[in-house]
């Protein structure tokens, strides 16, 4: 029996990607263990997103490269947005690859590893290209799955690519147009998955899930698809909804997460800028009384919503006018949650060829500015829930600990937000416990049971 294992790089819609491929080698008679443990062939899925997610990429490869010509492993094999993006010149750099494969030729990863056993045995040759120009893969609830995720939560990516081409923005080149699942194929996902009684938490993603529905329909269906599977019967407790984009909020959603006790009251809403002009040269569809309209209408009509968003800074023509614009604007708003990038420019984007380029050490002062203000804001925040108890659900236990452990309000995503370290005994993860908060830092909490 051949061995398998994979690193995983990236957002969790990546995760997804990297589990299916997982299903598909375990059914394909595949064993699969950590890499740690030198399996016969290493799969590297690979963001491709921003410049320092390459360089991540590229930095994993080399470490697995050198385990390829150390005997550890006998295959590399290179998956995802960096070989959807550079194609054939990321083969001729990275020799010690034996296989590349695209966003689009995920499904056939079994297969093409078998054949690449099959061609290294018989002719020698290794590297092959195995990235397609169309891109229209789309999993569903047949697809294989191997969480990789603990068994208390996990993921379900309700569409594929995205349509807003936003000017900085590669997402369309590495993923194809948006592309919404049908509300069948996803509530069939979430009742397997909800066969698992340990299943705590429903992490619904996409490139843009408020346009979910859009292409298939002819109008968001999201609010449907989420009263639906608030009507599982199961111990699922937490529904939560990522990567919102402001332009494509209705009232009907907004009501939707108000009325259903599961929905998490927390929403994920980029809004990179609140400039109008930087706003119009993003291509972002929405403007600064958009935003600030959503922003108030959400929280009156949602009492006690958490709220997260993203901020680009150094954005071709920002001035120190549009930058002092976004401070005050986010003194006043005071996001519960907020990451800050410096923006960096994406080949073949309209942007990489936008006048106005901000030197990197100004954007490095914005950037150091903007988050300077934001642990001030979070701070203030979370020193509000001094004193109250709040729902936790236990994540792991701290290394070498015995009575303490991690977890998350309902306000916090896995491996994106801060944490609520909580102190007691009989802990269990995966669990839901009333903590009484203790302590505050800048964006995590402390507790005891």
């Known amino acids: 029996m051949f061995t398998a294992g994979i690193t995983s790089l990236g957002c969790p819609r990546n995760l997804i990607d990297s589990e299916v491929m997982i299903g598909s080698l375990k059914a394909a008679g595949f064993k699969i263990i950590d890499v740690e443990k030198n399996p016969d062939v290493c799969l590297v899925n690979t963001c491709a997103f921003i410049k320092s997610a390459r360089e991540e990429a590229v930095d994993i490869i080399l470490e697995v490269s050198q385990l390829k010509k150390e005997g550890k492993?006998?295959?590399?094999?290179?998956?995802?947005?960096?070989?959807?993006?550079?194609?054939a010149s990321l083969a001729k750099e990275l020799k010690e690859a034996d296989l590349l494969i695209g966003t689009s030729d995920l499904p056939k990863v079994a297969e093409l590893i078998k054949e690449l056993f099959t061609r290294v045995g018989q002719t020698g040759k290794r590297t092959r290209l195995e990235v397609s120009n169309h891109l229209?893969?789309?999993?569903?609830?047949?697809?294989?799955?191997h969480l990789l995720t603990p068994r208390h939560y996990a993921y379900v990516k309700i569409a594929e690519g995205c349509s807003n081409f936003c000017s900085y923005c590669i997402i369309s080149r590495l993923r194809g147009s948006f592309r919404s699942r049908s509300i069948g194929s996803i509530l069939k996902e979430v009742g397997a998955l909800s066969k698992n009684t340990a299943l705590r938490e429903i992490d619904l993603i996409g490139q843009d899930t408020t346009s979910f529905g859009i292409d298939r329909y002819g109008k968001s269906a999201l609010s449907v698809l989420l009263r639906r599977i608030c009507e599982f019967k199961n111990r699922v407790k937490w529904i939560r909804l990522l990567y919102t984009h402001p332009a494509h909020y209705t009232n009907e959603l907004i009501s939707t997460i108000r009325d259903e006790e599961k929905i998490c009251k927390?929403?994920?809403?980029p809004i990179q800028h609140i400039s109008d002009s930087v706003l119009k040269r993003m291509n972002r569809k929405t403007a600064k009384g958009d935003i600030i309209e959503l922003i108030d209408n959400v929280r009156r009509n949602i009492p006690g919503v958490t709220l997260r968003t993203s901020i680009i800074v150094g954005f071709p023509g920002e001035t120190d006018k549009d930058f002092k614009e976004l401070l005050t604007f986010l003194r006043k708003t005071k996001f519960e949650r907020l990451g800050a990038f410096?923006?960096?420019?994406?080949?073949?984007?309209?942007?990489?060829?936008?006048?106005?380029?901000?030197?990197?050490?100004?954007?490095?002062?914005?950037?150091?500015?903007?988050?300077?203000?934001?642990?001030?804001?979070?701070?203030?925040?979370m020193k509000r829930y001094i004193d109250r108890t709040v729902d936790v659900l236990i994540d792991e236990r701290c290394e070498g600990e015995k009575d303490k452990f991690t977890g998350r309000t309902q306000g916090d995503a896995p491996e994106i937000d801060g944490a609520v370290h909580v102190s007691g005994k009989n802990i269990k993860i995966g669990e839901f416990y009333k903590v009484k908060i203790t302590d505050a830092l800048e964006y995590d909490l402390i507790g005891k049971i």
């Open 342 to 381: 410096m923006y960096s420019a994406e080949k073949g984007t309209r942007a990489e060829r936008f006048a106005g380029k901000v030197p990197e050490a100004v954007k490095k002062a914005r950037f150091d500015e903007l988050m300077k203000e934001q642990q001030k804001i979070s701070l203030q925040i």
């Open 266 to 269: 927390y929403l994920d809403i």
């Open 136 to 145: 229209d893969y789309l999993y569903d609830d047949k697809s294989p799955r």
């Open 73 to 87: 492993i006998k295959y590399l094999v290179i998956c995802g947005c960096l070989p959807q993006m550079y194609k």
